[in-house]
């Protein structure tokens, strides 16, 4: 088993920056991936941004240029950091970790909200 513990959310005004956190605790040794979602009100959760072990990232389109996803193993922790935010952004944002045994686990979730 695997936790996640997610933190950093807030309130930001257009164009701002903001910090996501999570914290792996548990199986960690298990963990290949490492990635933060996000479900905007009547959507449907989208990726925002993968990070493996090795280091190799991926964003979404949307994202791109504007949000950096990065690690640091020492403290079993994932960094989202957000730039340039923009209303659209606006969701609530979910830290996943994907193991070699093909499972996967969800934190509870961390609220953004950009205000124009």
């Known amino acids: 088993q695997v936790q996640l513990v997610e933190s950093g959310g807030g309130l930001v005004q257009a164009g701002g920056s903001l910090r996501l956190s999570c914290a792996a605790s548990?199986?960690?040794?298990?963990?290949?991936?490492m990635g933060w979602y996000r479900q905007a009100p009547g959507k449907q959760r989208e990726l925002v941004a993968t990070?493996?072990?090795?280091?190799?990232?991926n964003y979404a389109d949307s994202v791109k240029g504007r949000f950096t996803i990065s690690r640091d193993n020492a403290k079993n922790t994932v960094y989202l950091q957000m730039s340039s935010l923009k209303p659209e952004d606006t969701a609530v944002y979910y830290c996943?970790?994907?193991?070699?045994?093909?499972?996967?686990?969800w934190g509870q979730g961390t609220q953004v909200t950009v205000s124009s």
């Open positions: 548990g199986s960690i040794f298990s963990i290949n991936a």
């Open positions: 996943n970790a994907g193991t070699y045994y093909r499972s996967s686990y």
């Open positions: 990070i493996t072990n090795g280091g190799s990232t």
